[in-house]
């Protein structure tokens, strides 16, 4: 097959997936960077705009085909492989083989495993072993380059038999799966050009020479990737077209000044390659003002040229003086202020410098990445050369522009692939600074199975003022969905209800009406898809407030309620429910049990147990007046904050121990690590003395919280900071002594005999009450109603439960100064 050929194959299944209304991405890879592709509409992006070079896709030293990365949205990828099946032959078109190698850790866990050696050595071991994506380490350059390795394979047998052995095994194939992207498509029948395999998950034939060897035979290799930012796009449409709202993104201007200040804020969380930690402090640091700079952070922002990412945001905003490495280069890296970031910038600085036609500097870009010596030193004497003849520079400055090149071609990244990926972070960033009801319910729709991302998006609802509505029978959809500016939570997000069954439940309410009642709900349900569990987590999340807010007493019922849906369906089943069906009016009462009650905490458990996380409130929120008065912080906030390596910081912290396990360090040192949860979601910390170990395990039993003194240091390449604990205070403890004040802002007199009798039973504390009272003649009267009451975060609740939401106020007078264990 040849280049027009294949340009067509590509043309030919984008055309069809836009006419099938499936998203299809702007195009990455080599090919996606030529004139040829915009113009067929494989790309979206203008290559003449944007700087691409044809060359980087197409010149005449390239033996091998383009390279085409094509995006769809993830839900409709399987019906784009399908229409090319039935276009070319189901007998034409395989997906490729991937083989998965013995890689140092993974070969010395599995040959540990095969000697019986105890799990826990064996994997002390694996971690000795440096992890570095882009340098992997072997076992053998671990022994000479890691003390504490080789130290353990000298004094130790069975661990020298174990390494000797694991070194053998070292990078055989461990086992074979399918390429998650990779297709290929023949002239002919593709058994007669490759051995196939039949891979049990998949009905479609894999070939058996991997992503190297198929197109030496001859085959032609197509990346069709699901991508699910995508769907989220395609979602968030269709929610602003039924507000009649009609967006198209691939014809946003790039230069939108919402969608620069968002950037410029780190406001990213849920923006395409954009939302890491790190990277949304990167952007707060560099301050993008243009497209140019999202491209260029999308290149530098992975190990290796994210080392340039503070000179860059230095030098773009006048912190450090732009320099190039020769004048001549001005040009060519002025958009990156000095800095080589590109591959097409390699490629352009040969050709500047030294004469290459880009087809040449296409090889030198090649021979740089590869490094290998023959290669290198040919292209380096042609290069040097070239410097001469052209631009008489001296061979010594010559070779060092070489070196410098040279390094950063070794990680330069291809241009247009880091601008596909970056329109496509501007059309998400663009959704959310300007409809971030629609974004965030977008988003949330596609990770509704993973908890620890809506927490995530929760949080930051909350922080950008969004409201996050809970969900309810009568107003949620299965998915996240959009009421007014605010965004309502998903029925199916719900742990262990199932998304068909909640679809199945919003069906009978569209049909029938909303829920009335309980017994309404009873009445009209089908009791096959919905089990006990399945109600607990409606009732633990809060569905079932609008109908009956005892959440404690409809979970208590959750078996009764069954009994009355199945009784229902069997009367609509047997045609014993009247000519008109089951009337839920005339159906039995449900009796809930009387003495169902929870407390504030057990409510928060339970709210965590059907979200996978607290949603209205945290148990540390509880003693939010202790923590205000400590100048308590976030994890998420300190995630925030730059710690430079090698340095630490000191902070305060509140936090619910979920769990403690012990370790054992390479030395022998036994220390504690944490589970531990705030408001803005979960982490770990290290625990290395005694003392506060003592009193976080016990938290851990009793499932407590407390105020944590902390020190934060940050690895380089890490987006969170590690935490340690230096001491730990029981915040009921600290509550017990610190004087507390509780001010109840009273609109009607008629309540004060009810809070009155609420606070009988809370004698026998030193806290102060206050009521704020209405007078008949104007004004209010600040009435002290006692200084010995146990006051706390529960008895606040109840009190704003009778005296109105928003009237009560509960402070630390005086916070004690601390006890601090350890």
């Known amino acids: 097959m040849g280049f027009a050929g294949y340009f067509l194959i590509v043309a030919d299944f984008i055309k069809w997936a836009k006419a099938s209304d499936i998203p299809v991405g702007p195009g990455r890879g080599s090919g996606a960077g030529s004139v040829v592709a915009w113009s067929l509409t494989i790309t979206d992006l203008d290559p003449m705009a944007l700087g691409l070079l044809f060359e980087r896709f197409l010149n005449p030293e390239r033996v091998s085909m383009p390279d085409f990365d094509i995006d769809f949205c993830e839900t409709h990828r399987d019906k784009v492989i399908t229409y090319v099946q039935q276009k070319y032959g189901r007998d034409r078109v395989a997906q490729i083989i991937t083989f998965g190698r013995l890689k140092a850790r993974a070969v010395l866990k599995d040959t540990g495993r095969v000697l019986q050696m105890p799990y826990g050595q064996v994997d002390r071991l694996a971690k000795l072993i440096p992890n570095h994506p882009t340098d992997p380490w072997t076992l053998e350059r671990s022994l000479n380059g890691v003390s504490e390795f080789k130290a353990e394979y000298d004094g130790d047998a069975d661990v020298k038999r174990l390494i000797d052995l694991a070194m053998k095994l070292e990078g055989l194939p461990r086992h074979a799966s399918t390429h998650a992207a990779g297709v290929v498509i023949g002239d002919r029948p593709l058994d007669e050009l490759v051995p196939l395999y039949r891979d049990p998950r998949s009905d479609m034939p894999v070939t058996q020479f991997d992503m190297k060897y198929v197109e030496a035979a001859g085959l032609v290799k197509f990346d069709f990737l699901g991508l699910k930012t995508l769907s989220v796009l395609k979602e968030a449409q269709r929610l602003l077209a039924e507000q009649g709202v009609e967006v198209d993104f691939d014809a946003l201007p790039w230069d939108d000044p919402s969608v620069y200040e968002l950037l410029q804020r780190g406001d990213t969380v849920g923006v395409f390659q954009l939302e890491s930690e790190g990277m949304r402090r990167t952007l707060a640091g560099v301050k993008p003002t243009g497209f140019g700079d999202i491209i260029a952070l999308v290149a530098l922002y992975r190990p290796g040229p994210m080392d340039n990412i503070p000179m860059f945001g230095d030098r773009k905003n006048g912190r450090a003086e732009i320099a190039y490495p020769h004048p001549l280069l001005e040009g060519i890296l002025s958009e990156t202020y000095g800095i080589f970031v590109y591959q097409e910038q390699v490629m352009q600085a040969a050709q500047v410098l030294a004469g290459f036609s880009l087809g040449e500097a296409d090889l030198l870009r090649r021979a740089m990445g590869k490094k290998i010596k023959s290669e290198m030193d040919a292209q380096r004497a042609r290069f040097v050369e070239g410097c001469a003849t052209n631009n008489d520079i001296s061979a010594a400055k010559a070779n060092e522009l070489f070196d410098t090149i040279d390094k950063f071609a070794g990680y330069g990244f291809n241009k247009s692939h880091a601008a596909g990926y970056a329109l496509i972070a501007y059309q998400t960033a663009w959704l959310k600074a300007h409809h971030p009801a629609e974004f965030y319910a977008a988003s949330m729709s596609f990770d509704m199975a993973l908890t620890d991302k809506l927490a995530l998006f929760v949080d930051d609802m909350r922080r950008g003022s969004v409201e996050c509505l809970a969900p309810d029978i009568n107003a949620s959809a299965a998915h996240f969905t959009v009421e007014g500016e605010a965004v309502r939570y998903a029925l199916g997000a719900l742990k262990g209800v199932g998304e068909k069954a909640m679809e199945a439940l919003v069906e009978e309410r569209d049909r029938g009406g909303s829920f009335n009642s309980l017994e309404d709900f009873a009445a009209r349900i089908d009791p096959r898809i919905l089990n006990r569990r399945q109600l607990e987590s409606l009732a633990g999340g809060g569905a079932f407030d609008g109908i009956k807010p005892d959440r404690a007493a409809v979970y208590a019922a959750a078996e009764t309620i069954l009994a009355h849906a199945a009784s229902a369906y069997d009367q609509k089943t047997s045609g014993q429910a009247g000519l008109f069906g089951v009337n839920s009016a005339e159906a039995a009462p449900i009796r809930l049990p009387r003495d169902a009650s929870w407390t504030l905490a057990q409510r928060m458990v339970a709210e965590r147990d059907a979200f996978g996380f607290y949603f209205s409130a945290h148990p540390v929120d509880a003693q939010r007046h202790l923590l205000a008065a400590h100048k308590v912080r976030t994890f998420a906030e300190l995630a925030e904050i730059h710690i430079p390596e090698g340095e630490r910081a000191g902070a305060t912290m509140a936090a619910l121990v979920e769990g403690v396990r012990w370790r054992v ?78 001010t109840v802002r009273v609109a009607d007199a008629g309540a004060i005999p009810l809070l009155v009798r609420e606070l009988a039973d809370a004698r026998g504390g030193s806290g102060t009450v206050r009521f704020i009272v209405p007078l008949a003649t104007g004004g209010t009267a600040n009435v002290l109603a006692g200084r010995d009451f146990r006051l706390d975060g529960e008895l606040a609740a109840r009190i704003e439960r009778i005296s109105g939401e928003g009237s009560v106020d509960l402070s630390a007078l005086e916070p004690p100064k601390l006890a601090l264990v350890g």
């Open 665 to 742: 360090s390479a030395r022998g040192r036994r220390y504690m690590v944490a589970s531990l949860s705030d408001r803005s979601g979960q982490f770990e910390a290290t625990v290395f003395d005694d003392e506060p170990s003592a009193a976080m395990e016990s938290a851990a039993k009793a499932n407590g919280c407390g105020l944590l003194t902390v020190e934060l240091d940050r690895r380089g390449g890490d987006d969170a900071p590690r935490v340690t604990i230096k001491r730990f205070q029981p915040l009921e403890a600290l509550a017990e002594k610190t004087r507390l004040q509780l």
